[in-house]
C-alpha cells in the first residue's frame, strides 16, 4: 500500500510565476488536507478537501492560492503569480479517520 | 485565538536521558490531540488522545492528556539518538475539520 505522495520534492519558481504542487492520497482514502511549513513554524492549516468539494478553505489565503481534489487524479495546491514569502515546504495528509498520513512534502523556493 | 503552544522550543540531551515534552492548548471542547514526530521529512503519527488522565504507550514513548488543565506531555525514556527530531502536537478545533499545529519542541540526541 503505497503512502502519500507528492510532486515535485522540490520546485523552483521565479516571482510572478505559477507553482503547481500535487499530491495522491493513500490508496482508499478520499480526503486530503493541505499544510504550509514556514522555517522554525510549525504546520499551518491551509485546506481540507474531499473529492470534488472544499470542505474548509479557512486557512488558505484568498489571493493566488487555490486547491482542487477532482474525481480522478492528484490533488493540487495552486499557487499563480508566487512572491518569494511563498517559499516554504508544503505538506498534504491523507486521512480516512483520525490518523492523517502526511507526504513527504514539496519544497518550494522563489527567486 | 485558538492556539497551541510547545515547550520547550528546543532541548539537548543525552543518550539515556529521559524528556518530557510540554503541549498546552487555548481551544475549549476539541475532538482529539495529536502527537506526531517529524524528522527530515514527514511528521509521522504517534499518539491520539481524546480522554483526560489515560496514558498511551508506545514502547519508549508515552503520553497524557490534562483537560481540566489544558495541556499535555509527551515522554521519552532512555532516549536514543533516533529520537533526535522535531515534535508537534496539533489539535482539532471543535466543530470542524482543522487542526491547529504547535511549533514543535526540536529534541537532539547526544551519542
Known amino acids: 500500500n503505497a503512502g502519500v505522495m507528492q510532486n515535485p520534492r522540490h520546485l523552483v519558481r521565479r516571482r510572478g510565476q505559477e507553482a503547481r504542487l500535487r499530491c495522491s492520497p493513500m490508496k482508499g482514502h478520499s480526503h486530503v488536507y493541505w499544510y504550509r511549513q514556514l522555517p522554525e513554524e510549525g504546520l499551518k492549516f491551509m485546506v481540507y478537501?474531499?473529492?470534488?468539494?472544499?470542505?474548509?478553505e479557512s486557512g488558505m489565503p484568498k489571493e493566488r492560492f487555490s486547491a482542487e481534489f477532482p474525481k480522478e487524479g492528484p490533488s493540487i495546491l495552486r499557487i499563480q503569480q508566487v512572491v518569494r514569502g511563498d517559499s516554504a515546504a508544503y505538506f498534504c495528509?491523507?486521512?480516512?479517520?483520525?490518523?492523517?498520513?502526511f507526504g513527504p512534502g514539496t519544497r518550494l523556493t522563489v527567486l | 485565538e485558538d492556539k497551541v503552544v510547545q515547550s520547550p522550543l528546543s532541548l539537548v540531551v543525552h543518550e539515556g536521558d529521559t524528556v518530557t515534552l510540554n503541549c498546552s492548548y487555548e481551544?475549549?471542547?476539541?475532538?482529539?490531540l495529536l502527537w506526531y514526530k517529524q524528522e527530515k521529512k514527514a511528521p509521522t503519527f504517534l499518539f491520539m488522545l481524546t480522554s483526560s488522565g489515560i496514558e498511551k504507550k508506545s514502547g519508549r514513548l508515552s503520553s497524557i492528556l490534562d483537560k481540566k488543565e489544558l495541556f499535555s506531555i509527551l515522554n521519552i525514556t532512555a532516549t536514543q539518538t533516533g529520537d533526535s527530531a522535531i515534535y508537534l502536537c496539533?489539535?482539532?478545533?471543535?466543530?470542524?475539520?482543522?487542526?491547529?499545529f504547535g511549533t514543535g519542541t526540536r529534541l537532539k540526541v547526544l551519542a
Open positions: 481551544v475549549t471542547n476539541f475532538r482529539s
Open positions: 496539533a489539535v482539532e478545533l471543535p466543530g470542524t475539520y482543522k487542526y491547529i
Open positions: 478537501l474531499q473529492k470534488e468539494n472544499i470542505i474548509d
Open positions: 495528509a491523507s486521512t480516512s479517520t483520525y490518523e492523517q498520513f
